[in-house]
């Protein structure tokens, strides 16, 4: 069945199907997130909310939906509705199209009429925005708008200022300069889809006129594709790690038999020019914080010499976890994702040979695996699929691989030297753990969406549920930075607790996997316990809400030195500690307040 | 193509679409006979015969049709 969320798309069956293929996604044995999307339409969205079902539930996200009443998207907006109100969205999606669009320029106007009518539209949907955010304060994402697939003007149409096709391009900049000023405010590139899908097919007037769609049915799978990428990335469902084979994926011809000068990577002949553009692609992938890792059947030395082809892209250092070796391929997969303490099912799998797909696939690690068919169709098949879609860029998606190097680093380091503390010691660690900061506030919203094994709670909250915290005076909130000789780490975790009386009641409590062991949780618990005692609280109320992936945290609030109160029959527990007494545990890290 | 091809082959879409085996549909059926088979599910239908047929429908044929039996009509009208 992944098959046909893959892209390219099984249309037919996506739409011929979609009751039965629901069932199957709702029959899976996964823990789905549940989240409310209200759909905010200028024209029907049926259909595309189907659609969007059916591939949010692929990502394990369980959608409710709302649905404005047919082209009442502004009206939902602008003058408030019950049922809306009740509903309270977590994402909220504005489908428009052109059409929406009140007044387009005609060749009797002027410039300055054209200009005063783009200042009248933006403003339409300005206003529209502001009260979305002021009222709901979730994220939203809307269209940009798509160009009608006729031209009044012929060419001119779009470089006139009387042209629609130019309004239109403007009337998008206008929504981008929006959307770079509000966090939270996703634009859906429909423009590209349409182009992509092929305008005069996309905007099939049938489909409108009959049915008051903006678009025909065959393209609706890729729209709702589109829109499940945005909020799968919302909620931290990105993959993160991109992991490839090499002979035939990343280069041409077998290193192994044709040597080093035989393989097929460079500006020489288009066989290798395809190469090389993949290459980049994949270079580019790690510039946005997506980790790369080697898994090929091959000797080390030769897979190496490949990757230092001089005429190749990629180089050994490109890559977190090289696995060059004879040993079955899912074996490896799951080598390289305890080495890198990351999840396997963020793991996307390159590779050209069918077979090693397949074997891959019965593993059933949840991996994603595109299918790779022809080297021209590479880069696209990875592109199109929206494994990495960038929602957020933080300073720390661009660092994290140095980070993950500084990993490997440690670890040589820890085996040379004698104790584990001393190897601590030897870190220079330095911590600064304080109250939110603004800085902070979209880094902390990704860890509570993206962390997964070290946490306690799960609470997922977006960047507007972090300010209400910061801002409430009955919330105690902290994040913590670890910094150590080779390099930052950046915000890596994060404690929230709600005062109730002398009580203090923990609603989050995470950590980067990428500082475990280290003490951090240690330093973080000192420094709450400081801070809940000056605040007068006389004990801390931990909670842990078990899920298929933070096993790994089940007994750490009694290794922290917590008293169980109790536990339910699903394995939810309740812990106490008490300040008075408390002990510092004092861990080898320099803390900065 | 014969014509009870034809409507075999809209029955199984039929089933497909409302994902249901064990309906029977014959040319007298219409939209009010089969759960779920509303406006929007219309389009869905249309749209697959299409694909399973390798046709294209005019606008002004998909409003007129009335019931399953000159859906079939219209079908036939094309393929051959």
């Not at chain 1, 502004?74 to 909220?92: C, K, R, T």
């Not at chain 1, 007044?103 to 009429?113: A, C, H, M």
């Not at chain 1, 945290?553 to 699903?570: A, H, L, P, T």
Request: aromatic share 10%; with cysteine.
């Amino acid at each position: 069945m992944d098959d046909i969320f893959q892209y390219p798309f099984d249309n037919k069956t996506l739409l011929r199907k979609k009751l039965k293929l629901k069932k199957e996604l709702l029959g899976r044995d996964i823990k789905f997130i549940e989240k409310r999307i209200a759909v905010l339409g200028g024209s029907t969205t049926n259909e595309i909310v189907d659609q969007l079902e059916l591939f949010l539930l692929n990502n394990g996200i369980k959608p409710v939906f709302y649905q404005s009443e047919y082209a009442q998207y502004w009206q939902d907006a602008m003058f408030g509705n019950e049922e809306l109100d009740a509903f309270n969205p977590d994402v909220i999606y504005i489908h428009t199209s052109w059409r929406n669009i009140t007044s387009l320029p005609t060749t009797s106007n002027t410039v300055e009429e054209v200009n005063e009518m783009l200042g009248t539209e933006c403003q339409h949907f300005t206003v529209m925005w502001d009260k979305l955010i002021e009222k709901f304060g979730c994220p939203i994402i809307q269209d940009n708008f798509d160009r009608p697939a006729w031209r009044l003007l012929g060419n001119s149409d779009i470089s006139d200022y009387r042209g629609k096709s130019n309004f239109i391009f403007r009337l998008n900049e206008k929504l981008y300069e929006y959307a770079q000023a509000h966090k939270g405010f996703y634009v859906n590139d429909v423009d590209y889809l349409a182009a992509s899908f092929g305008l005069e097919k996309w905007s099939n007037p049938l489909f409108w006129h009959m049915y008051k769609y903006s678009l025909c049915l065959d393209a609706v799978p890729y729209l709702a594709k589109s829109i499940s990428d945005i909020v799968k990335s919302i909620y931290g469902k990105n993959k993160k790690v991109l992991v490839c084979d090499l002979d035939n994926t990343l280069w041409g011809g077998v290193v192994g038999d044709d040597g080093v000068e035989g393989i097929q990577v460079g500006p020489e002949v288009p066989m290798g020019q395809v190469y090389s553009e993949f290459q980049k692609y994949i270079k580019e992938l790690k510039s946005i914080g997506v980790l790369l890792a080697v898994n090929s059947k091959n000797d080390e030395e030769n897979a190496i010499a490949g990757l230092n082809h001089p005429d190749g892209v990629l180089k050994p250092d490109d890559f977190v976890s090289i696995k060059a070796n004879w040993e079955n391929k899912d074996r490896n997969m799951q080598a390289i994702a305890s080495e890198l303490n990351l999840g396997i099912d963020s793991f996307v799998f390159a590779d050209d040979n069918p077979t090693e797909r397949e074997i891959m696939k019965q593993a059933n690690f949840g991996v994603a695996i595109p299918v790779m068919d022809r080297v021209e169709n590479y880069l696209q098949t990875i592109d199109r699929n929206g494994y990495f879609e960038i929602t957020s860029l933080s300073s720390d998606d661009l660092s994290r691989v140095e980070m993950y190097k500084a990993n490997t680093q440690r670890k040589q380091l820890e085996q040379s030297l004698g104790s584990y503390d001393d190897f601590l010691k030897s870190l220079d660690m330095k911590a600064t753990i304080r109250g939110f900061e603004p800085i902070y506030i979209q880094r902390i919203a990704q860890l509570t969406n993206k962390s997964n094994q070290f946490n306690l709670t799960t609470l997922r909250c977006s960047e507007g549920d972090i300010t209400r915290m910061q801002e409430s005076p009955d919330y105690l909130c902290l994040y913590g930075k670890l910094e150590d000789k080779f390099g930052d780490n950046g915000v890596v975790s994060v404690v929230v607790g709600e005062r109730i009386e002398k009580e203090l009641h923990m609603r989050l409590w995470l950590m980067s996997c990428r500082v475990l062991k280290r003490g951090m949780e240690d330093a973080m618990l000192d420094t709450l316990v400081s801070d809940a005692i000056s605040d007068g609280m006389e004990c801390i109320i931990g909670y842990y809400y078990p899920t298929p992936k933070n096993n790994m945290v089940k007994d750490f609030y009694e290794r922290m030195g917590f008293d169980q109160v109790n536990i339910d029959s699903n394995g939810n527990s309740t812990w106490r500690l008490k300040l008075d007494g408390y002990q510092p545990k004092n861990p080898s890290i320099m803390i900065n307040r | 193509m014969e014509r009870k091809d034809v409507l075999n082959k809209v029955q199984e879409i039929i089933r497909d679409v409302f994902d249901d085996e064990s309906l029977v549909i014959t040319d007298e059926t219409v939209a009010a006979d089969v759960d779920g088979w509303d406006s929007l599910m219309h389009i869905i239908l249309i749209g697959t015969i299409e694909d399973e047929f390798d046709i294209k429908f005019a606008m002004k044929d998909v409003v007129g049709v009335k019931n399953v039996g000159q859906l079939v009509d219209l079908i036939k009208e094309q393929v051959d």
